[in-house]
C-alpha cells in the first residue's frame, strides 16, 4: 500500500466517523455522558490535520502517531483505549505487514487495550468487538466476512449489562442499548475492510 493509498483509507475511516457523529452521541446520551461522537470526532479530525505527511510514514511510525494523537485530543475513557490499541499496532505490525503480521498485532494491540482498561469481553465495550474481530482474522476471514463479524457484534452488546466505563453506573438500565464504543469501533472496522476489498 503506498502513501495515497493510506491517505484514502485514513480519510475513509475519518469520513465515517464524521457521519456517524451524531448516533455515536445519541447512544451515549443513553448509557453515559452524551460525548462519544464529539470525542471521536475530535480525534479524527487530529488526526486528518496531520495529512498528508502522516499517510508519508511507514505503517509504525503512522499509527503510533495517530494513537498519540487520539490520547491527546480525544480524552475521557475512549481516548486512552483507542490510543493504546493503535499505538499498540504501531509497535508490533512492522513495515511491510502481511496477514501474519497483521493477526498478531491486532492480538497484542487487544491485550493492550483489555490491560488499559482491566476489562474483557462480556463487559459491553469496544471489546466485544475487537475481541470476535481478532478471532475472525486470526481463523482466516476475509474483509467481507471481517465487517459482518464487526457490525454483529456491536449488535450483541444491546442486551448485555455494563461492567465497565460510565453505563457500568446505570446497572441493568445498560440492558437494551448498543454501547458506543463497540459502534465506533465496529464503524472502524468496517470502513477498513471496505477499504481494503476495493
Ligand atoms: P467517557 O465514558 O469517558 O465519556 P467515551 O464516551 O468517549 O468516554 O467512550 C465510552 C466508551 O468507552 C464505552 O462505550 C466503552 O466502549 C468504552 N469503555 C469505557 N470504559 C472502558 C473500559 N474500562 N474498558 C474498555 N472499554 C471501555
Ligand atoms: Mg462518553
Ligand atoms: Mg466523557
Redesign the pocket.
Known amino acids: 500500500m503506498d502513501s495515497q493509498a493510506r491517505e484514502q483509507l485514513i480519510r475513509a475511516v475519518a469520513a465515517t466517523i464524521f457521519q456517524h457523529s451524531e448516533e455515536l452521541t445519541a447512544l451515549d446520551q443513553a448509557i453515559g455522558?452524551g460525548?462519544h461522537g464529539l470525542?471521536l470526532k475530535r480525534g479524527f479530525e487530529a488526526v486528518t490535520a496531520e495529512l498528508p505527511g502522516l499517510a508519508e510514514k511507514s505503517w509504525p511510525d503512522l499509527l503510533k502517531a495517530a494513537g498519540m494523537a487520539m490520547v491527546m485530543k480525544v480524552g475521557?475513557a475512549s481516548g486512552p483505549l483507542f490510543g493504546t490499541f493503535f499505538m499498540e499496532l504501531g509497535k508490533t505490525v512492522g513495515a511491510e505487514p502481511d496477514r501474519a503480521a497483521v493477526v498478531a498485532a491486532f492480538g497484542k494491540a487487544v491485550e493492550a487495550v483489555k490491560a488499559r482498561g482491566r476489562s474483557e469481553a462480556g463487559q459491553k465495550t469496544l471489546l466485544d468487538v475487537l475481541v470476535p474481530v481478532q478471532a475472525a482474522l486470526a481463523a482466516g476471514a476475509d474483509a467481507a466476512a471481517i465487517k459482518a463479524e464487526a457490525i454483529a457484534a456491536a449488535d450483541k452488546t444491546v442486551p448485555m449489562q455494563a461492567i465497565r466505563g460510565r453505563a457500568s453506573f446505570l446497572g441493568e438500565r445498560s440492558v437494551g442499548h448498543m454501547d458506543p464504543g463497540a459502534r465506533s469501533s465496529s464503524l472502524i472496522i468496517a470502513t477498513v475492510a471496505d477499504e481494503l476489498n476495493k
Open positions: 455522558d460525548d470525542n475521557g
